[in-house]
């Protein structure tokens, strides 16, 4: 099945640096991938689309400023989160599609971010 | 009220059981209806996807769409100690790109 390959698994970073958040497809093409966000035992709360090769579309109440997105190849997005704070603490979790229309979506292993 | 309901539990069941597993939504457009499986710390994985109403079955998985009562269900037969995961529902409308809406996800314990 489609394999989706997030990276790195877990971070920790001080107060006011920035961290990045890759996720690749890897067996396959993906002109759109998503970001989604997750806080303990809740579920997945989309941040924003990635398109490749132009700017992503955000959902409503999410800092396209603070997170970054940028999907420059087929196969990579990146999620970028800046000036991070300890209120950005969360389980992010990237996905992608397999072909176009609606498919199911596969998703990365996510990424503990903890800021201190 | 949340486009789609899901009773997060937690549902406990001894190891042998049959397991059901259940969603609500509001909105009439969705017409693609998924099942993932999320360990802690770990991603969603797909386990089930279907279109429209019916049923499909794959091993001891089955889900079922019901979009007149506008309820879906995930079966799971002879469930073992390492089913025990967060199951969530997810569904999508064919108007709606390749946006997923998620219900709040059921926690699966099966005990031993």
């Known amino acids: 099945g489609a394999v989706v390959s997030q990276h790195p698994s877990r971070v920790i970073c001080k107060s006011g640096t920035s961290v990045k958040i890759e996720c690749r497809s890897l067996d396959f093409q993906a002109t759109t991938m998503f970001w989604y966000r997750q806080f303990p035992k809740q579920s997945l709360m989309l941040m924003a689309t990635?398109?490749?090769?132009?700017?992503?579309?955000?959902e409503q109440g999410v800092e396209k400023d603070k997170f970054l997105i940028n999907h420059a190849s087929l196969t990579l997005s990146t999620l970028t989160v800046t000036s991070a704070h300890p209120e950005d603490s969360s389980f992010y979790i990237c996905?992608?599609?397999?072909?176009?229309?609606?498919?199911?979506?596969?998703f990365g292993n996510g990424t503990r971010l903890t800021v201190t | 009220q949340k486009e789609v309901e899901q009773d997060p539990g937690p549902l406990s069941v001894p190891e042998g059981a049959i397991v059901s597993l259940n969603c609500t939504y509001s909105n009439s457009a969705f017409q693609y209806f998924m099942w993932y499986r999320q360990y802690s710390r770990k991603g969603p994985e797909l386990l089930m996807y279907?279109?429209?109403?019916g049923n499909k079955e794959d091993g001891r998985f089955t889900a079922q769409v019901d979009k007149s009562s506008k309820y879906i269900s995930l079966f799971i037969r002879d469930s073992q100690p390492s089913d025990s995961a967060t199951y969530l529902c997810?569904?999508?409308?064919?108007?709606?790109?390749?946006?997923?809406?998620f219900g709040g996800g059921t926690r699966l314990m099966v005990k031993p």
């Open positions: 990635s398109n490749e090769g132009s700017k992503a579309t955000y």
């Open positions: 996905s992608a599609r397999e072909g176009t229309g609606v498919s199911p979506l596969h």
């Open positions: 997810a569904m999508s409308a064919q108007n709606a790109g390749n946006m997923l809406t």
């Open positions: 279907t279109y429209s109403s």
